[in-house]
């Protein structure tokens, strides 16, 4: 789960003396949205394909000022990178050392390759999203609700804050769903959805935007 282990190379970064049309062609090629700028292999920033298009021809140095500094170190975490991705509406993020050296880059594709072995979304089961008072919640009373039912939890994160309200998304094991949707709503707890289906990679992609948004809180 730490960054330097994913680190792909394969996409290169480009000098600030490089041309705009070099790497918008280059970045439309592997279908990235964005492309890394360095001088003499120093990071300097990110520039979105969307704006390299719109940009009248020249050098990339011609749009320092447009620069987006983004980027994780390589010994961070696979979820220092998951919120970047999120803000700055990116495929991929640039990875750099401590002295701000360009080493290569993580793509979202890693990210979903990677979470996908996990069972919060490898294993069959219900998904189920639960609100209920931000002060009143407890996931020591979730897990003894679900397991006095004879069922098991197999991830669960909050999904998103709204007011005063947590919403928590939980996969579960599909054992005895109808008692423990009562037992939830005995304690307190609005089931806002419930996905008994395995729906593998649509599913998938839906939990990981709520993942998304938990990391943003």
Not at 15 to 21: K, M, V
Not at 51 to 65: D, K, N, Q, V, Y
């Amino acid at each position: 789960m730490f960054i330097q282990d994913y680190i792909s190379k394969d996409f290169p970064s480009f000098d600030i003396s490089n041309s705009i049309e070099e790497a918008a062609e280059t970045a439309r090629e592997f279908s990235y949205s964005h492309v890394f700028v360095t001088r003499n292999g120093a990071f300097l920033g990110a520039i979105s394909l969307a704006f390299l298009e719109e940009s009248p021809e020249g050098t990339l140095h011609s749009l320092e000022i447009h620069f987006e500094r983004f980027a994780v170190l390589e010994d961070g975490h696979l979820l220092d990178a998951i919120k970047l991705f999120h803000i700055f509406s990116s495929n991929l993020v640039p990875v750099i050392d401590k002295q701000e050296r360009y080493l290569g880059y993580i793509s979202s594709d890693d990210i979903f390759n990677e979470f996908s072995k996990y069972p919060l979304f490898s294993e069959s089961g219900a998904v189920i999203i639960i609100q209920k008072n931000y002060r009143d919640y407890s996931f020591t009373e979730i897990a003894k609700i679900v397991e006095e039912n004879n069922s098991k939890i197999f991830g669960s994160f909050i999904s998103a804050i709204e007011g005063d309200d947590v919403q928590i998304t939980l996969k579960i094991s599909s054992e005895n769903l109808s008692s423990i949707d009562e037992t939830f709503e005995r304690y307190g707890y609005e089931v806002i959805v419930k996905h008994y289906d395995d729906g593998k990679e649509e599913l998938l992609k839906a939990r990981f935007g709520f993942f998304q948004k938990y990391l943003e809180f």
